[in-house]
């Protein structure tokens, strides 16, 4: 306890109006007629001296911010507080001090004298508090002093001696009165009903005062009708959180009634110096009972709730109706069922069922005039739900290709849905079988299923069912078709067959019904692939005439279905030699007359080549061989039998080092 005074003496002690760095705080006020002032000592040692010796105090004029201890007080009237003690020792509590004063002079003015540290500090802790709140505690003791003889322009420095110790300063205006701030932002709150706590900030008045007074009065503001009496001052510890309100609590409440509180602040001399507005708080009427269910029930198609309210205390019961709630949760969303005024403590609600499988929580409220209430526990019933939910609604359905199977439907508008069941089969005509071995949740389901077989389609239905398992009827029967992956019969190539300088290719097409292109592929020696046939009727052959003499080439059917799925048929390899080959390319004749003579130059075939032919016609005459190159890597021939106005033509062959001969290059023309 001593602690915690000593935290709130330092607290209201750093700020007060005019506290000094000696050790002595001292406050002033400024009226009309009158300077007051009164000083806080800091321990218990220099109450005692004020008390064992008194005090001298002097009072200089000054100028205006002169600092009061630079004053000259030399030859300025003094004014002497005699030691006290012994008109304290003598006095008692039926004389003019209070008995609250007396109490807390009593370490201080005991003729056994006080060596133990704790119980000075609690000491000086009491009369500290006493006389920030008390009009005359300081006037006995010698800690005040009124000046009533001053000029109202003036600025005055006042000294006070106290034997023993520092002299300490006041400056004080007296043209500047003291004025005293009204006490704001009061709340007034009420606690459970049985308190109303009254709530300030009391530190931003700390420099005014440290003492409150608190009116209380019912139905209309009353003057002088004091809830405390004696001051009240606010104490907090140093393990408050900063910021807190203070506050001051009335247990003492008349229900029913409005109740008015007004704070009046002292100043530090122990007067009414500061006032809130009058705040106003309605204390209903309480509803003074537990509610308790006795029984729920079910009678012929209605559910029956009984119970009572068992009064609490002496006080009157203050109930006014019985409310009949229910919620589907226990400690939330109650919604009325049924009310009825209050005839007695007893109560009874009849409502009607509104069918099997209802769940409820109910509580009944009982509730004042005033709308006070007090609830029950909230007790739970139900009946077993035989009625099964409305049927599902399929709304889709697709395969992948993986043969994922996802499924979608709209859930019936039951509320009480467990879960669904869901049910497959291959054909209309096949018993469905279920899928699923734990109810499933959601309105939607992944199946997996094979694609490797022969149907194409798989068809599923769904029932819902509640909580109480009832099944649902059957929802419609939704069909979902399987993606195709199984590819189709390769159309069958017969061998080909060389005639007429053409490959001619037969075949047999696919008996697969979904087939959406054929195609006849040719391969050569080189690598080059070309489709050189596609078809989707019943096309049966085709003839290639891009053949190459001496060559092998190769071919092959492949066949595609609708859903992208192809196969290949087997590869049909046959060499084409028809006893010639191809002409050779790029066969050119330059004449160069400066030296006289036509250059014939040509491309190398692919062939391996044992010589070269060079054929010549001279104007209208015949095409004669004219030489035969037997070096294949040779591809320049110069004719040098050349003369001026003549044309000549020439084509060119070659033998190959098997003895096959090319056809005649196309014929080229010169004038030389």
Not at 10 to 16: I, K, M
Not at 348 to 377: C, E, H, M, W
Request: contains cysteine; neutral net charge; glycine residues 4%.
């Amino acid at each position: 306890m001593t602690s915690k005074i000593i935290f709130v003496l330092f607290c209201f002690w750093t700020v007060l109006l005019q506290a000094q760095e000696s050790s002595i705080s001292l406050v002033s006020e400024v009226k009309k007629d009158t300077i007051r002032l009164k000083w806080f000592l800091k321990d218990f040692d220099q109450i005692q001296a004020v008390i064992n010796f008194g005090y001298v105090i002097e009072r200089a004029e000054i100028q205006g911010d002169m600092n009061p201890e630079m004053a000259n007080f030399s030859g300025v009237e003094k004014f002497t507080f005699a030691s006290n003690k012994g008109a304290l020792q003598r006095i008692t509590l039926e004389d003019t001090i209070s008995a609250e004063n007396r109490s807390v002079l009593d370490a201080f003015i005991s003729k056994s004298k006080i060596t133990n540290a704790s119980s000075k500090d609690f000491a000086y802790a009491l009369f500290t508090l006493q006389n920030a709140i008390s009009k005359d505690l300081a006037e006995i003791a010698g800690l005040s002093y009124t000046d009533l003889k001053f000029d109202k322009n003036k600025i005055y420095a006042y000294r006070i001696s106290i034997k023993g110790l520092n002299p300490f300063y006041a400056r004080v205006n007296a043209s500047e009165w003291t004025v005293y701030p009204k006490i704001e932002g009061v709340k007034l709150n009420l606690d459970k009903k049985k308190t109303v706590d009254l709530e300030w900030s009391a530190k931003q008045y700390t420099n005014f005062g440290f003492g409150y007074l608190i009116q209380k009065s019912l139905d209309e503001p009353k003057e002088g009708t004091f809830l405390t009496l004696r001051p009240y001052a606010p104490v907090k510890t140093d393990t408050e959180k900063e910021g807190k309100l203070d506050s001051y609590r009335d247990e003492d409440l008349t229900e029913g009634k409005f109740h008015f509180y007004r704070l009046t602040g002292l100043n530090y001399f122990g007067e009414p110096a500061m006032y809130s507005e009058w705040f106003k708080i309605f204390v209903p009427k309480s509803v003074n009972a537990e509610i308790f269910i006795d029984s729920i029930y079910m009678q012929d198609a209605t559910r029956v709730v009984e119970g009572m309210a068992i009064p609490v205390g002496n006080g009157t019961l203050h109930i006014d109706k019985f409310l009949l709630e229910k919620s589907k949760f226990r400690d939330k969303d109650f919604e009325l069922v049924a009310q009825q005024d209050f005839i007695d403590t007893n109560f009874r609600f009849v409502v009607p069922l509104v069918g099997t499988g209802d769940q409820f929580y109910y509580r009944v409220t009982a509730i004042s005039s005033d709308k006070d209430s007090v609830f029950s526990n909230a007790d739970y019933f139900f009946t077993l739900d035989q009625e099964p939910p409305g049927p599902v609604v399929m709304k889709s359905g697709k395969i992948d290709s993986s043969g994922i199977v996802q499924l979608l439907w709209t859930p019936p508008s039951d509320k009480d849905i467990k879960g669904y069941r869901i049910f497959r089969a291959n054909a209309l005509d096949e018993e469905f079988q279920e899928v699923n071995k734990e109810l499933s949740p959601a309105s939607a389901y992944i199946d997996k299923i094979r694609l490797d077989n022969l149907t194409s389609e798989v068809y599923y239905f769904v029932r819902a069912v509640d909580r109480n398992y009832n099944n649902s009827k059957n929802s419609d029967t939704l069909l979902v078709l399987k993606p195709d992956t199984i590819p189709p019969v390769v159309a069958y190539l017969y061998k080909p067959r060389v005639k007429d300088s053409a490959m001619h290719l037969t075949w047999s097409n696919s008996e697969s019904v979904d087939v959406f292109q054929n195609y006849l592929i040719r391969q050569n020696e080189a690598g080059q692939i070309d489709t050189i046939f596609r078809w989707k009727d019943n096309a049966t052959s085709y003839s290639d005439v891009n053949l190459f003499p001496g060559k092998a080439c190769t071919y092959r059917i492949r066949t595609m279905d609708k859903s992208g799925n192809s196969s290949s048929g087997d590869v049909r390899k046959i060499y084409y030699e028809p006893g010639y080959r191809l002409p050779l390319k790029k066969v050119m004749a330059l004449a160069d007359r400066e030296k006289k003579l036509i250059e014939i130059s040509w491309e190398a075939p692919t062939e391996n080549v044992f010589s070269y032919q060079i054929y010549k016609q001279e104007d209208d005459g015949k095409f004669t061989l004219i030489k035969t190159l037997e070096s294949p890597e040779k591809l320049v021939f110069q004719d040098r039998v050349v003369a001026i106005g003549n044309r000549y033509r020439y084509y060119v062959k070659f033998i190959t080092d098997k003895g096959i001969h090319s056809l005649p290059s196309t014929k080229i023309e010169v004038i030389y």
